[in-house]
């Protein structure tokens, strides 16, 4: 055993002391070299001599390294090189101690690029099957038999971070062009860190250590500091050209800040808090730019797991403790409630704090911690300095430290005492210790600048300030815009309203492509044949990316969004929305834009946007643009060619692969010519007419299930109506498939062109039944149920009613399409598509107006609609069918449902008022914490709607505070089929809660029924009814009463309540009254 002593083997240091004049050049020479002897012999002598990587366990003979491990050893190991170059005579240490930490980063780089067929495969998929490895052979790099889940994306980032530091200081680490597109493949596979579940910087995934992954705001936040450090970095240092530059798409990065300042203070849904929040927010990531989130986040990380022995991990952490059994790798139900309060307290987050006190310019902290620190150091027989791994509390010690926290004493963890050094925790040490002792200057750890604030950032930091850099931005940011129109004919046009616009002939040589040609562009960045890595994956680029103006092979090009390509999903077809839309984006990019120069947005003026009756909404938001706002943000718009000079400009430099010349022939924009328009296209109704759409009856349709195919194509045209030509075509579908050739094309030919002019005639029930037959799907789904779920919300798919498929972690689109189809086609055509027009907006107003969200946890889109088709009867007057509205009118239905609350709906019976809150599933605040304590006074349980919820071990493994007690309520009220009855089922366990709380001494002895509680409600309700001679079914009698009153539902349930209370407690509580109010 090692006994406890200072810092370091001299005198404690004097932090009011510790600048060191330069006639003192021999004492800063002797610290250098005490600690140069410290990491020889504590880290160095460790070293694989074969690929340079740092074992986990540094006694015995242990052949397992782990990459996050060997990554903070190479960094103490390099900022030891860093300080090293203040000295004129340094003996060769600083390039010894550089290569060593290169040799590490390159072992790590060799072990990653033997599974470049996981990273393919994880770009696509993102599945812990196809996760790089976080722990190698420590000699050979060789993948380990599965003893560990890998998926870690904060490792593949911490490592991507610390290579473009130690670049930016002077090494070099990449030698090839290969090691260069993998390096590239690595950005693409954090990229999605904020839709991408995985087991975090512990490893052990939630906090149930279930096996089990989830979203970790410390992944996200560390892939969102990779993806800013290597944004248009050089690989090869100054000395690289163009193809060693790597690239990050800035919607992806827009996205990871974007939730990660959703789910922080959270760690997780699991997760209240978690000291990996500590690294994530200050050294070596700060990784968040609101500097008043950053505070909160680091004081409740503090307030919440701080010890006198370091940090506790997370709540209920059963790693280290004498209590968790070391021979099983998850933890049994409620085996979580052993493990509280005796959490072990780490001391490598006390050095974490000395450090981010460094970086703050903030004494007081430093010392703080320096004094909490220094007692807690073990000293070596050579006079050295170590860190334990942990402190844990022994078992004779368990009860009294449960009773009164932090009043035990701990023993140091056998990792990090004599020859089994915890290096992770060492390598915090030393750089805390240079930094402390000023041998080491924060500006030189981090050369790129994280640490300052990110106005300060960028161009500073970049070795080429030819490429992109994230950077802060002027708050009164100018958008650009030009104004491209189609054909000459619409340009003409156009300027009969006095607005200015260009045609694709106009603007040459500057070409504007749609954004599937940018994608074909991008495939070739990090594509290595060798390797078998194609490069970006095939999805579509967001606003930030159509904002920029690109250099690709001697073309200049301008994007034009998404929103303007009407192949991707009906929704834009609808003018309305597609306006809304473009002045959101317009906002969204003003708040999102973080590089230098202007974003300069192409809107494209199509022939379709004046037909019909709503071409004066889009040509009144190209006079407001031309006027210089867009709600309030300044708009710039003029001639493309003009507005260059001031935007910003990517250049997509890459190596045109041997044999794919061919490949590289871009298909940019061409101007329309007018002659061969469909004659009167702009003519065309803006609605079908009611007798078109009457000529043909579910009878005629009926009759032709019983024709052979052939004839049947016959009957295509029998009706002009498109309605009945798209359902004609689904029964040919059906039965031949979408090959299945006809007089005019092949079946899917066809409906393609069906589904084209339902959309040009507004004929929004045929579009959507066709697009629903076609299986369509928005191409941003996905970004947005991710959006949906990391603001604390969980969705359901499925019809009203009928079966449902809960998400609570981000999906992939393929999954998605699935569950969408799979769950609403079969009962309605059309749900499946409405429900995601639903999901889209959803996500567009959860971040804008989250107040629409209040007492939402789980937004059940089928209820959802169930309240907007009510809502469209009762409150607009309209009988119109949900499905034929257009899809800018469903969205303000959408807001004005979200909009309406109880005390809105003051002219309605309480049935409809309890409908259409229960369809919302609304609770009041804190009603999640109310059934807690309702389940704290119930050792039996509950029973709702035959769905049991257990006291042990939902007590035992969760905290009140849980996401996922809440999310597990929820669960149970799924069962309920009927809106005012989930409703009235909140109201009773509000009533339960009021009464337990009033009466502490009382308590449910026997599992609760929830429904006998309302059923014997509802008998005395009737009873008395009767007896007034009043209507008493449930419907419209019982739902109908107010809760208030004193024959309102409350007294009726509080009655049944009390009941059950005071004849299931003790005889001694008989005679006293049970506080009901």
């Known amino acids: 055993m090692f006994r406890a002593r200072s810092l370091s083997c001299d005198p404690p240091i004097d932090l009011t002391k510790m600048e060191i004049p330069d006639d003192e050049y021999y004492q800063q020479t002797e610290r250098l070299d005490y600690f140069y002897r410290l990491v020889k012999e504590q880290l160095l002598k460790y070293q694989s001599p074969t690929i340079g990587l740092f074992p986990i366990e540094t006694i015995g003979r242990s052949n397992c390294s782990n990459v996050r491990d060997c990554v903070y050893t190479a960094v103490s190991v390099w900022a030891l090189a860093l300080a090293y170059r203040k000295i004129d005579d340094d003996y060769g240490r600083t390039y010894e101690l550089e290569q060593s930490a290169v040799k590490c980063m390159r072992g790590i780089l060799y072990c990653y690029m033997r599974q470049a067929d996981k990273v393919e495969q994880f770009k696509t998929n993102q599945s812990e099957d196809s996760a790089l490895h976080s722990s190698y052979h420590v000699m050979s790099g060789n993948t380990l038999p599965e003893s560990e889940h890998h998926l870690q994306i904060d490792a593949v980032s911490l490592y991507l971070l610390y290579m473009v530091q130690m670049i930016s200081s002077g090494v070099q680490i990449i030698y090839t062009l290969d090691e260069v597109a993998f390096v590239q493949n690595l950005v693409y596979y954090v990229e999605r860190a904020y839709r991408t579940p995985d087991f975090g910087m512990w490893g052990r995934g939630n906090k149930y250590n279930t096996g089990k992954c989830e979203v970790n705001a410390s992944s996200i936040g560390m892939a969102k500091a990779a993806l800013e450090a290597t944004n248009g970095f050089n690989l090869f240092g100054r000395e690289g050209a163009s193809w060693s530059v790597l690239y990050v798409d800035p919607d992806a990065h827009g996205r990871n800040r974007t939730i990660l300042e959703s789910l922080l203070p959270r760690e997780s849904s699991s997760k209240n808090t978690d000291a990996s929040l500590i690294p994530t927010c200050s050294f070596p990531a700060f990784a968040v730019d609101n500097q008043e989130l950053k505070t909160v986040t680091l004081e409740k990380v503090t307030r919440k797991l701080k010890g006198n022995y370091g940090f506790r991990r997370f709540l209920r952490d059963g790693y280290g403790t004498v209590v968790e059994d070391q021979n099983r790798p998850y933890y049994k139900p409620a085996e979580l409630k052993s493990f509280d309060s005796i959490e072990c307290e780490w001391p490598m987050f006390f050095a974490y704090m000395i450090i981010d006190g460094v970086f703050k310019g903030d004494d007081t902290q430093v010392a703080e ?31 009294s430290e449960r009773k009164r926290a932090h009043s035990q004493i701990r023993l140091p963890s056998a990792q990090g005492q004599g020859s089994n050094i915890f290096l992770w925790g060492q390598s915090l040490y030393i750089i805390a210790c240079l930094l402390m002792e000023k041998l080491l200057d924060k500006s030189e750890l981090d050369p790129i600048g994280r640490y300052l604030d990110i106005s300060q950032r960028g ?368 009962h309605d055509i059309r749900e499946a598509v409405i429900q995601q027009e639903m999901i889209i907006a959803l996500a567009k107003l959860i971040p804008v107006k989250p107040q629409l969200f209040d007492g939402m946890l789980k937004i059940r889109v089928g209820w959802l609609l169930h309240a907007m088709r009510n809502e469209l009867k009762l409150a607009w007057n309209d009988n119109e069918p949900l499905y034929c509205l257009s899809p800018h009118r469903l969205h303000e239905l959408l807001q004005h449902v979200l909009g ?97 709380q009033r009466n502490p001494e009382l308590e449910f002895k026997n599992m609760v029924h929830m429904d006998s509680i309302i059923k014997e409600a509802y008998g005395h309700f009737k009873e008395y009814q009767k007896s007034k001679n009043l209507p008493y079914d449930m419907d419209s009698a019982f739902y109908n009463i107010p809760p208030a009153g004193p024959h309102g539902t409350t007294s009726y349930l509080a009655k049944v309540v009390a009941v059950h209370l005071l004849d299931e407690s003790p005889s001694s509580f008989d005679a006293q009254p049970c506080q009901v109010s």
């Open 900 to 996: 309406t609350k109880m005390e809105h709906l003051s002219n309605r019976t309480w049935l409809q008022r309890r409908q259409f809150d229960g369809a919302l599933n609304r609770t009041p605040p804190k009603f999640y914490d109310k059934v807690w304590d309702i389940l704290d006074r119930t050792p039996e349980g509950m029973q709702i709607a035959d769905s049991y919820l257990p006291q042990q071990p939902t007590l035992s493994d969760m905290t009140q505070t849980d996401l996922n007690f809440a999310l597990r309520v929820e669960q149970m009220f799924s069962a309920i089929a009927h809106p005012e009855y989930r409703q009235l089922m909140v109201e009773l366990l509000t009533v339960i809660s009021v009464i337990l």
């Open 369 to 399: 911690y320096y004094n909490l620190l220094r007692p807690l150091m073990l000293q070596r027989p050579s006079g050295l300095s170590q860190m334990p791994k942990y402190y844990y509390v022994t078992r004779d010690h368990i009860e």
């Open 459 to 826: 161009r500073s930091s970049q070795i080429n300030t030819k490429y992109s850099a994230f950077e802060g931005t002027p708050k009164d940011m100018t958008v650009q815009m030009a104004f491209i129109a189609e054909s000459t004919r619409l340009q003409a046009t156009l300027a009969t309203y006095g607005i200015q616009s260009q045609t694709p002939t106009q603007v040459e040589p500057i070409q504007i492509w749609p954004h599937n040609e940018l994608i074909k562009a991008y495939k070739y960045i990090g594509h290595s044949k060798k390797l078998n890595l194609t490069g970006r994956p095939s999805r579509p680029f967001g606003s930030i990316g159509t904002s920029k103006i690109y250099r690709i092979l001697g073309r200049t090009v301008l994007c034009y969004p998404l929103q303007f390509d009407l192949t991707d999903f009906y929704m834009y077809q609808d003018m309305s929305l597609l306006v809304d839309d473009i002045k959101g984006l317009v906002a969204f990019v003003r708040k999102s834009w973080k590089m230098s120069g202007r974003p300069t947005f192409c809107i494209l003026i199509k022939e379709e946007h004046f037909s019909g009756s709503q071409a004066s909404e889009m040509l009144d938001m190209l006079v407001m643009f031309k006027m210089g706002d867009c709600n309030g943000i300044r708009v710039r718009v003029d001639r493309l060619q003009t507005l260059i000079s001031q935007s910003f400009v990517e250049h997509l430099d890459f190596q045109v692969p041997d044999g794919c010349a061919a490949q590289l022939l871009f298909s940019p924009m061409t101007e329309l010519n007018v002659d061969i328009l469909p004659m009167n296209r702009s003519r065309r109704p803006s609605t079908p007419g009611p007798r078109e759409e009457g000529q043909w009856t579910e009878q005629d349709l009926q009759e032709l299930h019983h024709k052979p195919s052939w004839e049947i194509i016959d009957h295509i045209r029998q009706f002009e109506a498109l309605n009945w030509q798209s359902h004609v075509l689904t029964l040919l579908l059906e039965r031949e498939g979408p090959n299945f050739l006809t007089d005019n094309g092949t079946v899917e030919e066809r409906m393609n062109r069906v589904y084209a002019k339902a959309g040009i005639r507004k004929d929004w029930a045929t579009v959507r039944y066709c697009a629903s037959i076609m299986r369509k799907v928005i191409d941003s789904l996905a970004p947005s149920i991710t959006t949906l779920l990391v603001r604390g919300k969980v969705i359901t798919v499925g019809v009203f009613r009928q079966d449902e498929r809960i998400i609570t972690r981000p999906t992939t689109p393929a999954e998605i399409t699935q569950i969408i189809y799979g769950m609403c086609q079969t």
